[in-house]
C-alpha cells in the first residue's frame, strides 16, 4: 500500500509540472504581436544629398531647394552634416512650396519633428500640410486645386528664431483644413489599402510683410 502511495504522489506531482510548463509556454507564444511597435518614421534626413530618391522631393512656384553642408561650427549635436536650403520670394504673403509621396502609416505616432536653421528672426513661414488618405486608394484626390476625398491637416509655424532649433508638434495640434472632405480624424493607418499619410508638403509663406525675401534650412523631418 505505500509504495502504491508513493507511485501516486510521484505521478500527480509529474503531471503537474507538465501543466505549469504548458502555461508558462503561452506568453513567449503571444509576443511577437505586441513587439512590432515602431518608435521613428524618417520623413528625411537629407544626408545622401539626392533630392530624387528617398524622398522624391517636388517644388512649386517660387520655391527652390538645394543640398548643403551644414558648418561645422554652428553645428548642434543634433544636427547631421547635410541640410537643404529653402528659399524664394513671397508675394502677396504665398512664395511657394516643396512636397514628397509618402504612403506611411503614421498612426504609430504622437510627434512630428523638424530641425530648422533660421538665419534671422521672422525667415519665413512655413505651413505644414499632412494628408490622410481617407478613400484608401493611394493618392491625393484632386478636384479644383483641392483634395477631394482625404483629410488635410496643417499647422503653421513661423520662424520667429535665429539660429538651429529643434521643432517638436504634437500632431493633435494639426488641425482639419477641409471639414467638408474625408472623415475629419487622423487616422493614417493602412487598413483596407489605405496609403496612410499619402502625401506631406511645406507651403512657404511670408513672416512679417506682404513681400519677402525667404531663407532658411531644414536638417531632419520626421515622426516619433
Ligand atoms: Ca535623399
Ligand atoms: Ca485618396
Ligand atoms: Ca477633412
Ligand atoms: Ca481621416
Do not use: C
Not at 493633435?172 to 508638403?201: K, T
Request: charged share 25%; net charge negative; glycine share 4%.
Amino acid at each position: 500500500m505505500r509504495i502504491l502511495f508513493i507511485l501516486l504522489a510521484i505521478g500527480i506531482q509529474v503531471f503537474s509540472q507538465s501543466l505549469t510548463v504548458e502555461i508558462e509556454e503561452l506568453p513567449t507564444e503571444n509576443s511577437p504581436v505586441t513587439d512590432n511597435v515602431p518608435t521613428v518614421l524618417m520623413i528625411d534626413d537629407f544626408e545622401d544629398k539626392d533630392l530624387k530618391r528617398f524622398r522624391e522631393w517636388w517644388t512649386f512656384d517660387k520655391i527652390i531647394i538645394k543640398s548643403k553642408e551644414n558648418e561645422k561650427d554652428e553645428k548642434k549635436s543634433y544636427v547631421g552634416n547635410i541640410a537643404i536650403s529653402v528659399s524664394g520670394s513671397s508675394s502677396n504673403w504665398y512664395a511657394g512650396g516643396l512636397g514628397t509621396y509618402l504612403d506611411e502609416d503614421a498612426h504609430f505616432f504622437k510627434t512630428l519633428k523638424l530641425v530648422i536653421y533660421s538665419p534671422k528672426i521672422n525667415s519665413g513661414s512655413i505651413r505644414i500640410e499632412l494628408y490622410d488618405d481617407d478613400n484608401n486608394n493611394k493618392i491625393v484626390d484632386i478636384e479644383n486645386d483641392k483634395p477631394s476625398k482625404d483629410d488635410l491637416f496643417i499647422y503653421d509655424l513661423n520662424l520667429v528664431w535665429k539660429g538651429w532649433k529643434v521643432v517638436s508638434i504634437p500632431l493633435e495640434d494639426f488641425v482639419d483644413f477641409n471639414n467638408d472632405v474625408g472623415d475629419n480624424i487622423w487616422n493614417p493607418n493602412q487598413l483596407y489599402g489605405s496609403a496612410g499619410l499619402v502625401q506631406m508638403q511645406l507651403v512657404i509663406l511670408s513672416s512679417k510683410f506682404k513681400s519677402e525675401s525667404i531663407e532658411f534650412d531644414i536638417d531632419t523631418i520626421k515622426f516619433n
